[in-house]
């Protein structure tokens, strides 16, 4: 391993952990249901099918993994012409720094830290539950997102100006903020009783959104490296939504007669 990837590696952890897990460690530790809901062993579990889950993936999963990647090649070649528009100025190429990292992630911190409050503030065991999941999410989300970012080694579009400098030291793709917004924004929008659904949802997947047009505004990822973190945190949250066991499929694919011809579906649900 390059010895300029260490300080990569190191610097994951520390970021993930200030972001989502330092503000509520001490809260979770005394939490009377903590006990319960947020055992060492069901973690290493939920970890190792996350990351096993495309061994167990159906037609459907698999369907869905084929459009994600159109998804991002489209994106990829509209990358310089959303860089060409945002990033303006003689700032736009500043060395890779950068410096609203932590402020574009307090959002998501917020969400997992409301939920927390009011669930302790009603002594709700199915918030803190809900509250575990969006920290799995972010966990998960944004732990992938990192391994991968150092395999790709993308440079970021305020490092260079050209949307194919792939093997570098960058870490733009996937846009890990990202990742983690639409993660813990999802899960917490399909959570819970659908008496505020509209609500959650509004905030989790726009706050989600917004992250992802910051980031692009900043100039610190390209418009692929948003689709992808995008992408990554929706099938993050879709497992840890459905990880229960023996509960009903979410997915399915059919296939439906027109006048014309056939007309292909593929629904999915997150609760």
């Known amino acids: 391993m390059p010895i300029e990837w260490v300080p990569r590696l190191l610097a994951a952890p520390i970021r ?32 190792g099918h996350y990351y096993t889950a495309p061994l167990r993936w159906d037609g459907a999963d698999w369907l869905a993994f084929g459009g994600t990647l159109a998804a991002v090649a489209a994106a990829h070649s509209f990358d310089a012409r959303v860089r060409s528009d945002l990033a303006t100025g003689p700032g736009a190429l500043n060395g890779g720094q950068d410096k609203n990292s932590l402020r574009d992630a307090l959002p998501v911190a917020a969400i997992v830290g409301g939920t927390w409050a009011y669930a302790g503030f009603l002594g709700d065991r199915d918030g803190y539950r809900e509250t575990w999941g969006l920290i799995e999410a972010g966990v998960l989300s944004t732990a992938t997102g990192e391994l991968l970012a150092l395999g790709v080694g993308r440079e970021r ?28 924004g999802t899960v917490f929008a399909e959570s819970g009783n659908d008496e505020y659904r509209w609500v959650r949802r509004i905030l989790g997947y726009g706050i989600a959104a917004g992250t992802g047009y910051l980031r692009m505004h900043e100039n610190v990822h390209w418009l692929s490296d948003t689709v992808a973190g995008s992408a990554l ?30 007309m292909i579906a593929y629904t999915k649900r997150f609760y």
């Open 16 to 47: 993930l952990c200030a972001v989502l897990l330092g503000p509520l460690a001490v809260a979770f530790a005394g939490s009377a249901h903590a006990d319960d809901w947020m055992s060492v062993r069901g973690a290493l579990e939920d970890v």
């Open 157 to 184: 579009p305020d490092a260079t100006t050209s949307p194919n400098a792939w093997g570098k030291s960058g870490d733009s793709f996937p846009s890990v903020h990202v990742s983690a917004a639409f993660a813990v």
């Open 233 to 262: 945190g929706i099938a993050t949250a879709r497992f840890v939504l459905n990880r229960e066991e023996g509960k009903e499929p979410t997915a399915a694919l059919s296939f439906q007669p027109t006048k014309d011809g056939w």
